[in-house]
């Protein structure tokens, strides 16, 4: 895994990004353009309750000039296990430093949006995956710590053709992985980002509109406060 661009010539500068319409992937995109990047944008409707989201990573993409966005669909609610794709209350409220993994984790997504984003880099001809985990103010998910990133990186080499057989090696990108939410929001606002067409909130209303007591709505309010950058969230 890296943080910094690593590969040479034209198919190197070609990347495949992760787009969920949410602050941190919208930073994400930005570094990479910012670097240099052919962006190809993946995002995954996955059955999530926020589907909202899924206009707002349409919006991001287009206003941060990716190659292509794309929208892949993989229903969890199959599955379930989470608050996100079940018919679990989302928690409200709760202290987001918490140390236990609350039950908005949604069983092994981030090994299967990696996986659908390989996917895509191997037929873009992309070395570089973006993703935007971070591993600060995470809420506790298991996959947004280096160590799974690292070992997803490693499997991507032996899992393709393009790097079995041609040896191509792939880095996994995770730019915003030792910053805080304050850091994420004053680099994209440095970048340029328009985060009024981002979305968070686990549990929004009818109208879009964030609930504002959500992990997600918490951690998103308190790095706006904290940057010291207005926050452009419509609350309900």
């Known amino acids: 895994m890296t943080d910094a661009p690593h590969a040479t010539g034209e198919a190197s500068r070609v990347a495949a990004v992760l787009v969920s319409g949410g602050l941190d992937s919208a930073t994400v995109l930005a570094i990479a ?5 052919i962006c190809h944008c993946l995002t995954v ?17 287009t206003s941060l000039g990716a190659a292509s966005h ?15 794709t079940d018919g679990i209350d989302v928690p409200k409220d709760r202290d987001p430093d918490a140390d236990d993994v609350p039950v908005t984790y949604v069983p092994a997504r981030n090994t299967l949006l990696l996986s659908l984003l390989l996917g895509l880099a191997e037929v873009v001809g992309a070395n570089d995956l973006f993703i935007g985990a971070n591993a600060v103010d995470y809420s506790g998910y298991p996959d947004c710590r280096p160590a799974f990133l690292e070992g997803f990186a490693s499997l991507a080499s032996v899992a393709t053709v393009a790097g079995s057989e ?32 981002t979305h968070s909130c686990y549990d929004p209303a009818d109208d879009g509109a964030a609930c504002g007591h959500c992990d997600a709505c918490a951690l998103r309010r308190r790095g706006f406060e904290a940057a010291g950058v207005p926050d452009p969230t419509r609350y309900a």
């Open 33 to 37: 353009r910012h670097e240099g990047f």
């Open 45 to 61: 409707d996955y059955g999530q309750r926020h589907r909202v989201e899924l206009e707002s990573a349409e919006r991001v993409a």
């Open 70 to 84: 794309r929208t892949v669909r993989v229903d969890l609610r199959a599955i379930g296990g989470s608050a996100l």
């Open 166 to 197: 041609h040896g191509v090696r792939y880095h996994v990108h995770a730019p915003l992985l030792h910053l805080s939410k304050a850091e994420i929001i004053r680099r994209g606002t440095a970048l340029g980002i328009d985060y009024g067409l």
